[in-house]
Nanobody, 119 residues
Framework: QVQLVESGGGMVQPGGSLRLSCVAS????????MGWYRQAPGKQRELVAQ???????DYDNSVKGRFTISRDNAKNTVYLQMNSLKPDDTAVYYC?????????????WGQGTQVTVSS
């Protein structure tokens, strides 16, 4: 069983920065995709950024140039560095792990961390 625990959320003024962390524990396959999603009130959950086990990254257009996803394999941790934050970035941010095991993909979610951008 895999568990994901996010941290680093909070309230910040527009233009500010936050760094989110997601620590994974348990049995993690060698092939995986870890992603950050967010869900604002009344909206669907959307992909913000993801990183593969091979190191490839992908970003939603709305965060390109402002957010950076990275990982520390030794700590089983994925980070989301968020700069130049805007009020539209306000949401609950979730970490998701897609793990390939025996030709099947397994999905795991963290509990979420609130990010509020407001003056």
């Amino acid at each position: 069983q895999v568990q994901l625990v996010e941290s680093g959320g909070g309230m910040v003024q527009p233009g500010g920065s936050l760094r989110l962390s997601c620590v994974a524990s348990g049995s993690i396959a060698s092939t995986y995709i870890m992603g950050w999603y967010r869900q604002a009130p009344g909206k669907q959950r959307e992909l913000v950024a993801q990183i593969t086990s091979g190191g490839a990254t992908d970003y939603d257009n709305s965060v390109k140039g402002r957010f950076t996803i990275s990982r520390d394999n030794a700590k089983n941790t994925v980070y989301l560095q968020m700069n130049s934050l805007k009020p539209d970035d306000t949401a609950v941010y979730y970490c998701k792990l897609r793990s390939l095991l025996s030709l099947l993909w397994y999905n795991y979610w963290g509990q979420g961390t609130q990010v509020t951008v407001s003056s």
